[in-house]
């Protein structure tokens, strides 16, 4: 694609090529990431059967992961790892193609291609979009933490005896060890 002197949209999002790089635009620059690792699969697929089955027990909405088009302004589309959209706001679903406005939750798993975008780039835009919750997970740090919206910036949610509980998913807390442990079964069945 060549560069161009106007903002990227969406639009302009539909013509990358489909060659198996993750393409974003935040703030109308378009982004080229990789395809995720193995690593970061065996932690999106373990955290997905976690967070979805508790999801789908109590009916509260809907987990998608990527590739899943979010749409929060012409010129910010972004795909995160994961995310939550509550029931009652699923209307946010456009044609069952994409998201067209802030999910509930989304999730960014870190990889060393995106370490900088997901912690700093992401982090700023999801807070001025008014996502309410944001989770980074790195697993090559082994650290799951949580961020609830407060006015117009995050604050990290503090674990209680080890443990983090979701403000936008009602009742959910989870255990970053546990979770890690069960990764590593994954990884080594």
């Keep these: 694609m060549s560069v161009q002197a106007r903002p990227y949209t969406y639009n302009d999002l539909l013509q990358t090529p489909d060659d198996g790089n993750r393409y974003e ?74 998201v067209m406005g802030p999910p509930d939750l989304p999730v960014e798993i870190i990889s060393p291609t995106s370490r900088k975008i997901d912690q700093e780039r992401k982090f700023a835009l999801y807070a001025r979009s008014g996502v309410p919750e944001y989770w980074l997970l790195d697993g090559v740090n082994r650290s799951l933490r949580m961020f609830r919206l407060d006015g117009d910036r995050y604050l990290a949610v503090e674990p209680t005896e080890g443990r983090l509980e979701s403000t936008v998913i009602p009742g959910l807390v989870l255990d970053p060890a546990a979770l890690f442990a069960e990764i590593d079964d994954l990884v080594s069945e």
């Design 25 to 98: 635009i935040i703030d109308g620059v378009l982004l080229v990431a990789p395809a995720p690792n193995l690593d970061h699969q065996d932690i999106s697929l373990a955290l997905t059967r976690i967070v979805d089955a508790y999801v789908r027990r109590h009916r509260l909405g809907r987990m998608y992961y990527a590739p899943v088009d979010v749409r929060l302004s012409p010129h910010d589309i972004v795909e995160p790892d994961l995310l939550f959209i509550r029931r009652d706001r699923l209307d946010i679903i456009d044609s069952r193609k994409y």
